[in-house]
């Protein structure tokens, strides 16, 4: 199913993992997914290793089929283009139309030192564009910054850059982490006054962990509200509380933006299925 269509019926509520680092970890993941799956997302989408590493593309494949055909629960491929060529990308495209994997999220990729850039990708509306040239059947959403793509020059320039994605053919749009709803609404204005219509997933990070967190925020910059810098400094330091007040803050987060109208809302589960459900069972009558 065409992912953008689910927007057409509801708010929509989806969940990414992320495959394991090593073998040994996927008999975990096959639990997580199970539990996940439980939980009636509307999909489940896959990350990609930076890097392209070959071991990393196959799993996400594998997951992806394991979603779609043996969970039959919706899923989105992420699929980075920098350190693959039109060659391999031809590949990963054979391998999810024969697991019957539709939708992909184009992706640029993060630079990584100890890899060599490709020549064939410059940018995820390349690739875009290039998914959609092959006529395989494929849907490609795409990534966007409520607080702009770190390498951008300002909002502007990145919201130009975005919208040159969905003219390539990005049907629907999954955000970065956030925490501050306000700056969230400033981006959507914005993207709606670009002419972008295409429907705009909210991505939600549950801050279960003071270390983990301080970590995603200097990779992605993004900004941490004086609320929500309080929960941390009270509760960083004891895991079960910090636990129940991320989960908390990002409940709060989510009624928030469903009273504002959101389209969706893409819970990064940090493949840790407890948190996603409790999340879940908190808005259940609050996301439909
Ligand atoms: P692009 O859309 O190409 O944008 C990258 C930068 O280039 C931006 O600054 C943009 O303004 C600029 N730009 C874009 N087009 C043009 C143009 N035509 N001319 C000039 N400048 C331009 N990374 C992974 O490795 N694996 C994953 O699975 C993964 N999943 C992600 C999922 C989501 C929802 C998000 C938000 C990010 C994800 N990332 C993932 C991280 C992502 O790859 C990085 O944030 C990367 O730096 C940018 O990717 P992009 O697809 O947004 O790039």
């Not at 320039?157 to 999954?174: P, Q, S, T």
């Not at 969706?264 to 009558?285: E, F, L, Q």
Request: charged share 25%; net charge negative; hydrophobic share 40%.
């Amino acid at each position: 199913m065409k992912i953008s269509d689910l927007f057409q019926e509801k708010t929509v509520f989806s969940f990414e993992v992320f495959p394991p680092k090593k073998e040994s970890g996927v008999e975990t993941i096959y639990k997580t997914l199970e539990e996940l799956k439980d939980l009636n997302p509307d999909f489940i989408s896959v990350t990609y290793g930076a890097g392209g590493s070959g071991v990393a593309n196959a799993t996400t494949i594998d997951l992806c089929s394991k979603i779609k055909n043996e969970y039959h629960v919706e899923t989105i491929a992420h699929l980075s283009c920098l350190y693959n060529t039109k060659e391999s990308v031809d590949k990963i495209l054979d391998n999810l139309k024969m697991q019957g994997v539709e939708n992909i999220l184009a992706l640029r990729g993060d630079v990584n030192p100890d890899f060599e850039v490709e020549k064939d990708f410059k940018y995820a509306s390349d690739l875009t564009e290039y998914i959609l040239s092959k006529n395989m059947g494929f849907h490609v959403s795409g990534a966007c910054y409520p607080e702009v793509h770190q390498e951008a020059e300002n909002m502007i320039v990145d919201i130009k850059n975005l919208k040159k994605k969905v003219d390539a053919g990005a049907e629907h749009l999954i955000s970065q982490l956030f925490f501050d709803n306000h700056a969230y609404y400033d981006f959507i204005d914005k993207v709606r006054i670009a002419g972008i219509d295409v429907p705009v997933e909210a991505g939600i990070m549950p801050v279960t962990n003071k270390k983990q967190i301080e970590r995603m925020v200097s990779m992605c910059g993004a900004s941490i509200p004086a609320k929500l810098s309080k929960v941390l400094q009270k509760f960083g330091d004891d895991p079960v509380a910090m636990r129940d007040a991320g989960i908390s803050y990002a409940v709060d987060q989510i009624i928030d933006l469903v009273a504002n109208g959101v389209d969706g809302v893409h819970i990064y589960t940090m493949n840790d299925p407890y948190v996603a459900k409790r999340i879940t069972d908190s808005v259940a009558s609050i996301v439909k």
